[in-house]
C-alpha cells in the first residue's frame, strides 16, 4: 500500500516569508507526527497528533510554528516569518495507534531551504 | 541529556566485512522500545527492527542482527558481509513507555567501500 507521502519535495523560500508543509500519512493511521532533521544531526520531534487533535507540541520551537490535522488524516505543518535557521528536512511519519509501542513510518521529507 | 547516543559518526568497511554500529540509550522508564531505521542518500527512513525493554533475546534477519544488553544500556547492530547497499545513515531511537515521541541518536553514516 502507499506510505507517507510529502509534499512539496523541496521548498525554497526568502527569510520573513509563511510556508505550508503537507503531509498524507498511511491510510487508517491515527496517529501522526512532525520531526525536524538538520544537517548531520538525527530528528527531532516537533509535534503528535492522534487524531484531529495536537497531542503533544512540546518539541514545537516557538510560536511561529504551528500543525493541523482538521479531518484526522492530512496535516499541514505552517511556519510564520521563516528565519534561515529553519532550514532544515521536515519528516512526517504515522502510526497506527499512537502507542508508544507502534512504530512510526516516515515520509521522504520536505527540505526546506531559507534564504 | 542525550537520551540515544550513537557514539561513531562515520564508518567505512570494505565490501564483505562484518561491522557493528553502536547505540547507547539513557531512560528512567521501566518500558521502552528500541528502534533502528536506515536512511539512505535518497533521505527516508526506512524501519528495521523494534524491540521491547522485557525481550532480551537477540535477533537475526538474513545479514543483520541486533544484540540489545539491558545491563549496560546498549542496543547494538551488527551487518555481516556488509555489501555496497549497505551505505546509508543509521539511526538508533528510543520510544518511552510514557510518551510518543521517537528520541534519536544522531545517528552513523556508513559506508561500504566496493
Known amino acids: 500500500g502507499a506510505g507517507v507521502s510529502q509534499t512539496p519535495s523541496n521548498k525554497v523560500t526568502e527569510k520573513g516569508k509563511y510556508v505550508e508543509l503537507r503531509c498524507d500519512p498511511i491510510s487508517g493511521h491515527t496517529a501522526l507526527y512532525w520531526y525536524r532533521q538538520s544537517l548531520g544531526q538525527g530528528p527531532e520531534f516537533l509535534i503528535y497528533f492522534q487524531g484531529t487533535g495536537a497531542a503533544d507540541d512540546s518539541g514545537l520551537p516557538n510560536d511561529r510554528f504551528f500543525a493541523v490535522r482538521p479531518e484526522g488524516s492530512v496535516s499541514t505543518l505552517k511556519i510564520q516569518r521563516t528565519e534561515r535557521g529553519d532550514s532544515a528536512v521536515y519528516l512526517c511519519?504515522?502510526?497506527?495507534?499512537?502507542?508508544?509501542?507502534?512504530?512510526?513510518?516516515f515520509g521522504p521529507g520536505t527540505r526546506l531551504t531559507v534564504l | 541529556a542525550q537520551k540515544v547516543t550513537q557514539a561513531q559518526t562515520e564508518i567505512s568497511v570494505v565490501e564483505k566485512e562484518d561491522v557493528t554500529l553502536d547505540c547507547v540509550y539513557e531512560t528512567r522508564d521501566t518500558t521502552y522500545y528500541l528502534f533502528w531505521y536506515k536512511q539512505p542518500p535518497s533521505g527516508e527512513l526506512v524501519f528495521l527492527i523494534r524491540r521491547n525493554s522485557f525481550d532480551e533475546q537477540n535477533e537475526i534477519s538474513g545479514r543483520y542482527s541486533w544484540n540489545f544488553q539491558k545491563s549496560t544500556s546498549s542496543f547494538n547492530f551488527t551487518i555481516t558481509a556488509s555489501q555496497v547497499v549497505d551505505s546509508a545513515v543509521y539511526f538508533c531511537?528510543?520510544?518511552?513507555?510514557?510518551?510518543?515521541?521517537?528520541?534519536f541518536g544522531t545517528g552513523t553514516s556508513l559506508t561500504v567501500i566496493p
Open positions: 531511537a528510543l520510544s518511552e513507555g510514557t510518551g510518543n515521541q521517537f528520541y
Open positions: 511519519a504515522s502510526s497506527l495507534w499512537g502507542l508508544a509501542t507502534d512504530t512510526q513510518y
